[in-house]
Every structure is written in structure tokens, then in C-alpha cells.
């Protein structure tokens, strides 16, 4: 279990876009090909998109980048459209301490949350723990989730 000392988030610097797009690359990659849809064109494509440096934070330890996250602030709710964590650091806790501190943020401000998912994420168990629900269950490849606070 990491420490909380070293544990940071600090905003993302425009020098930092290709260690987001390679981190996500990475994430896609398996979860893609065990679906059978990876077209790493299209998805570094949707990447560049997507991807908004003024919306992301930069995911530290101990000063060292270990993940991004990039959220979209919107009149009712917040859009988690990003969580990319490094593999040797995912499933200790971070995740976790991510969503909910974006989840404390959201209540404070009255907002939902909401975030897509591919099917194949071993994360969605980690965000139906965290009290968001499945909105679209037919999704062939993409889950739609929503959190609406303690209501």
C-alpha cells in the first residue's frame, strides 16, 4: 500500500502530453484487444481529441509521474473522461483516493459524476463500489456510469 507522503496530484504541463498519450496507449491496448476492437491509429486519434491539458492533473508519488487524470466540469455535473494509472502502481489504492476526492468535490457542489468505462475495465467494480450505476447495460463496448451523491 503506498504512503500518503509522497502521494500528489499537481496540474499537467503541455511537455507532459506524450507520457498521457503513451500511459493511455497502454491502459487501451489490452482492453481493447481482448474485445477484439484495437486500432491503435483510431485511438491515439480519439486521444488527441479528447485530451485537454487544462483539465487534466498530473498523478504523482514521491515527484515522479505515475498517472493523469482529466476531468470536464460541466453546468450539472463532472465528466471523468480520464484515470490513467502506470501498471506497477494500479491496485493500491489510488484509484480510489482519486474518485473519491472528485466524489467529495461533486457534493460540495451539488453535481453528478459521470464516466464511461470499456466493458472489460476490472475498474467498473470499482466505481459501482463507489455508488455509480450502469446508465446504458445494452453498451456493446462502452459502459455509461453515473454517481449522483448520497441522494
Do not use: H
Amino acid at each position: 500500500m503506498m504512503g500518503e507522503a509522497g502521494f500528489g496530484l499537481r496540474p499537467a504541463r503541455a511537455d507532459e502530453n506524450d507520457f498521457a498519450e503513451a500511459t493511455y496507449i497502454d491502459t487501451m491496448r489490452p482492453l481493447m484487444l481482448e474485445l477484439g476492437c484495437w486500432n491503435e491509429a483510431q485511438r491515439r486519434t480519439a486521444f488527441r481529441r479528447s485530451y485537454k491539458t487544462d483539465e487534466v492533473s498530473i498523478v504523482t508519488l514521491d515527484g515522479m509521474a505515475i498517472g493523469w487524470m482529466q476531468v470536464s466540469e460541466r453546468d450539472t455535473d463532472f465528466n471523468l473522461a480520464q484515470i490513467q494509472v502506470l501498471e506497477p502502481y494500479r491496485g493500491n489504492g489510488i484509484g480510489t483516493r482519486l474518485i473519491n476526492s472528485l466524489l467529495e468535490r461533486a457534493q460540495r457542489a451539488g453535481k453528478t459524476v459521470s464516466l464511461s468505462a470499456i466493458r472489460t475495465n476490472r475498474a467498473i467494480g470499482l466505481y459501482q463500489r463507489l455508488g455509480f450505476r450502469i446508465v446504458d447495460a445494452d453498451a456493446s463496448t462502452i459502459l455509461d456510469m453515473v454517481w449522483t451523491g448520497s441522494a
